[in-house]
């Protein structure tokens, strides 16, 4: 084999949790290939729209008919004009729908890292337990206390502004100074301490830098962040963990590499390497390390392990247990209220904040908040803002001089849920179909169940009793129905951590129990979904499971 193939680490994906575990494990001395099945995105000089104007575009802040043609999944979610580059043409990246499931996808050298929301919460042990407790499931792996020490660690490299609070059930973490709430929010912050003993309403903890952290940003408060930051102002692979890595001297990055399987040696039991697909030639090619980790994104990585396909594992590599490729999960969300306000007429806001608010969970987190009707529960992110005049007559400069002046005060709760793991919400392959890349094309079948519903009708009338006890006018509540999993680009779960081989893929350090040298920490080895955003739960597990691995590696264990 070429001297040039072999490397002593290769990470399959280069987004959030990839650019992780390309950081950490070069930085530990491993030579490092990052293989990427998109194109290259050199940070600053591939954000064409990251300075546009709203009128440099031919359909400012819209959708175009191509777009929504040829990427008619991805303008469900936040595609549009000034970031569908970073979004893959639906088209030529097709999959099949069992039940609706809308899989958003970003194809390039930073993946997702590059229009990902930002919010960033710790799980705690209510989270932890849960499924223990309930008997849903399998029980978790780790514990906080396992957890804890990595996410301080990933937080003080990316970069996390928010405030702390004290709660138990929201552990606070290692912040940059937080954003402010505006008047409006910090009334209703006040009002509701008031209200409710059981619900607080604080700033979103996102990883937006309020201070300059080595080489990058402040934040602008431009509030363009899904088109690439040029001022390194939010965390990103391409602005953050791949120039760590790059600056080791051992990092190797290959795009346009799609990843057909793992290389299996059953006489070693291990994985001796990955066979790649050029996404430009068609030709294949191997490339052999030590040590692998899979963060290609949850359904990608388990298509990776289903296909790779031996004598050892028929169905896919390490799923004795049956259990790769099921019990997806989503948040559900797209459901709460809006309401307006009388006050605040002499105030506006300065910039435009990256950031929203946060009401952390408040259902089901002790006996006083227990429902009699579901399990698990949501929180609310949202904000307010002042739109425009409601009424505007006439034309030219009389119309202009209408449209400067500021409307009523609004203020928008929407809610995040836990969406429960089901054994049959699954991703299997369909080698009856393939993809145009000759590859057997992924079947998904998921759905939202009946906690999720239930769950669903008191997420929006808490949102509307929320912002009535605040004193908000014209309260009125919304539940987009056609919000179907995958649409909060939050899918997790199909090579779940556990303690039983039996029941699961991955042990908790994340490696598969059945090959030890194969780490999976992107959101397939989530055992349950919690509510909170998962990004930064996935980075400080990628953190721990490279520096596990290392130290086994020189052990000689792997």
Known sequence: MPQANIFDAIVVGSGISGGWAAKELCEKGLKTLVLERGRNVDHIKDYPTATMNPWDFKHPGMQSKEMKENQHIQVRGFCNEANSHFFVNDKEHPYNQVKPFDWIRGYQVGGKSLVWGRQCYRLSDLDFEANAKEGIGIDWPIRYRDISPWYSYVEKFAGISGSKEGLPHLPDGEFLPPMELNCLEKDIADKLKVKFTDRRMIIGRVANLTRGLKDRGPCQFRNMCDRGCPFSG?????????????????????????????????????????????????????????????????????????????????????????????????????????????????????????????????????????????????????????????????????????????GDWGMWLGAWGEHLPYADNKVTLNKDKKDPFGLPMVDIDCEFKENEKIMRKDMMNSAAETLEAAGLKNVKTFDNADAYPGLCIHEMGTARMGNDPKSSVLNRWNQVHEVKNVFVTDGSCMTSSANQNPSITYMALTARAADYAVRELKKGNL
Do not use: C, W
């Open 234 to 406: 939010y965390f990103s692979s391409n602005a953050a963990t791949l120039p760590a890595a790059r600056a080791t001297g051992n990092l190797t990055l290959r795009p346009d590499s799609i990843v057909v399987e793992v290389l299996y040696d059953k006489e070693k039991k291990k994985a001796t390497g990955i066979r790649v697909l050029d996404a430009n030639t068609k030709k294949t090619e191997e490339f052999f390390a030590k040590i692998i980790f899979l963060n290609a994104s949850t359904i990608a990585s388990t298509f990776i392990l289903l296909n790779s396909i031996s004598e050892t594992f028929p169905n896919g590599m390490g799923n004795s247990s049956g259990q790769l490729g099921r019990n997806l999960m989503d948040h559900h969300y797209r459901v709460g209220a809006s309401a307006t306000s009388d006050d605040f007429k002499d105030q506006y806001t300065f910039g435009r904040r990256a950031n929203g608010i946060y009401v952390p969970r408040f259902r089901n987190i002790s006996e006083a908040t227990k429902r009699p009707d579901y399990i698990r529960g949501f929180g609310f992110q949202g904000g307010a803002s002042r739109g425009r005049p409601g009424q505007l007559d006439g034309i030219g400069s009389e119309l202009k001089d209408q449209l400067t002046e500021p």
